[in-house]
């Protein structure tokens, strides 16, 4: 207790103040709500598009053989799962952010960092399936032996998603919750000498 309170009046607790400030600032979590807001931007929008454009497709081949519209249907629902990784992600880093002290700058850039990776995959994927939807919905209508083909094309495609979803998982673990402001650490040596 001697030694903080000894640090507290040498003069050098203002340096330490600047640390905490700029470690665990207050405009930190707005970081961390931005990465949320690109995550579900990002995969709706891949999601919407892929939806759309392989509608497209299912209309075009159901007026020829709607009989098959059925199978023909499968590339929209790979798109809405592109939705459902972002809805996750969401969540999870909903879960972390929290606006008090506990909250550092570096876990808001992480999470910031995981919402625009599972986003901008999500968008990518969703681009490709609803390409892949709509000229592989017209081309199974005509020959129906390249469903198999379609199939696996856009299980590629849906993959391209889930890993983004993969590394924002990973990116959002990344835990950062030490504050300067939870203990004093005099700037010359690297011991806890006191507690706030």
């Known amino acids: 207790m001697f030694q903080l309170l000894s640090f507290?009046?040498?003069?050098?607790a203002t340096a330490v103040e600047r640390i905490i400030t700029d470690a665990c600032p207050v405009y930190a979590p707005f970081f961390g709500a931005m990465g949320v807001t690109a995550a579900?931007?990002?995969?709706?929008?891949?999601?919407a598009y892929g939806t759309a454009k392989a509608s497209v497709g299912i209309s075009n081949m159901g007026v020829m053989k709607p009989d098959l519209v059925i199978k023909a249907f499968i590339?929209?629902?790979f798109a809405g799962v592109i939705a459902i990784y972002g809805l996750i992600i969401c969540v999870i880093l909903v879960g972390?952010?929290?606006?008090?002290?506990?909250?550092?700058?570096?876990k808001s850039f992480t999470d910031l960092g995981a919402g625009l990776t599972v986003?901008?995959?999500?968008?990518a994927?969703?681009?490709?399936?609803g390409i892949v939807g709509d000229s592989g919905v017209r081309a199974f209508g005509q020959q129906?032996?390249?469903y198999v083909i379609m199939m696996l094309i856009l299980i590629f495609s849906e993959a391209l998603?889930?890993?983004?979803?993969?590394?924002?998982?990973?990116?959002?673990?990344?835990?950062?919750?030490?504050c300067p402001g939870q203990a004093l650490v005099p700037l010359n040596s690297g011991n806890v000498i006191g507690k706030n």
């Open 125 to 129: 994927a969703g681009m490709a399936i």
């Open 40 to 47: 579900l931007v990002f995969t709706v929008m891949g999601a």
């Open 8 to 12: 507290l009046l040498s003069g050098e």
């Open 161 to 178: 998603g889930l890993y983004g979803l993969i590394i924002g998982i990973l990116l959002s673990s990344v835990s950062d919750t030490y």
């Open 144 to 146: 129906p032996k390249l």
């Open 75 to 77: 590339p929209v629902i």
């Open 119 to 123: 986003g901008l995959c999500g968008l």
């Open 96 to 106: 972390g952010i929290k606006p008090n002290a506990n909250y550092t700058l570096m």
